[in-house]
């Protein structure tokens, strides 16, 4: 009988290994063949910083103080020389001249209006006298507190929010002495046209009346350019102060109930690169009824708005122009967490991501993680537990994504070079 050797009936070392290999490389193409291939995603980065919650409207710029210029009396206007954008000189401008239409200009009855137009001219100057009196006392009283606020503000004695309440009440006190000084600049010049407007009666037939500009500013519009007759009220210009500025917003009336004034306005796509700032002064208590480009019938409110930048900052923004304000409602802490909006999702009750991953043998997946949400906009959304700063996940995640779905990466809008 023939010797057998041992190694014939017995596998070596290297062919176990050589088994080990093949069996596993045949386990991993079949891996591949039966699961499914990654899903191609886009993906967007945690971060850390302060989100605002707005509300964003179309709105336009309005003279906060505008005044039309009427005829007192009967007469014959003179051709005006003016024109929209020229400026005018607090009574040294001469807005309009009237000349004599016959020669007696007031009868009886003219006469006595014209007495009673004096005296109610002279009451509506102490009146706003008094009004002045009121409004310099309300100053007075909003700038200590303001000045007491930034010293508390400064040790944090006081919160921010009371700080600003303060500070909208000192504005808002510079707001109403403006308002009973422009009051009392009218009233004196509704006396001066008043008093001349009798003058008139005793002097010489053929000696002209001069309107004098009773601010200082810009013409705004020409009403009447022409010369010829003119009766008593009838408008001729209108005049304003550019520097005088205040931005006026129509928000949905479901948006005002958020506003409150001092809140902060950002003012956007008026003309520069730069956008301006500034602070809610007044939500007017009635809504309107207005029509959407869509015809939709919709209620609104309107916001009015202080700029906080100077007219030499916008010199060229003039009345009625076209803007876009966002209004900031809510804002979120400076160290806080935030994601792109159009990562989350969410069933009845919950918010959910899906958070990029790579598993043990190096294959990119996701896993979906529940997430708290505090405020968000239109394009970013704060996160206040569930996810880590630098964590990447699937933005606009497809309806086939899942928990544990492999992914690949891409890059939207990519070019080869």
Known sequence: MPPVHPSANTWSPRNIGFAALLILGLCALAWFGFSESPIPVELGRVDIGSIEQSIEDDGETRIRERYTITSPI????????????????????????????????LDARERLQGEGRLRASQAAIERADELIKVANESLELADHNYSRGKKLLATNAIAQAEFD???????SANA????????????QHEYSVAEAALAIDT?????????????NGTVLRVL???????TPGSPMLEVGDPREMEVQIDVLSTAAVSIRPSNKVWIERWGSDQALSGRVRRIEPAAFLKVSALGVEEKRVRVLVDLDQPWEERPTLGDGYRIEARIVVDS???????????ALESNAQSWFVYRYRSNSFGYPSVERVEV???IKNRDFAQITSGLNVGD????????????????????????TP
């Open 372 to 374: 708290s949400v505090g």
């Open 165 to 171: 309440q303060i500070e909208h009440s000192f504005r």
């Open 224 to 230: 009447r350019e022409d010369a010829g007759v003119i």
């Open 203 to 215: 002097q010489q037939p053929n000696t002209p009346f001069e309107i004098k500009s009773p601010i």
């Open 74 to 105: 009967t007469g014959k206007l003179a051709r005006i020389e003016l024109h929209p954008g020229d400026p005018i000189e607090k009574d040294r401008t001469r807005l309009a001249l009237l000349e004599p239409a016959d020669p007696s200009l």
């Open 332 to 342: 979120s802490p400076a160290e806080g967490m935030f994601v792109p909006t159009g």
């Open 176 to 187: 109403g002495l403006r308002a009973a000084n422009f009051f009392r600049s009218i009233a």
């Open 392 to 415: 990447s996940v699937v933005l606009y995640p497809p309806e086939k994504l899942k928990d544990g779905s492999r992914v690949s990466v891409y890059v939207p809008n990519a070019t």
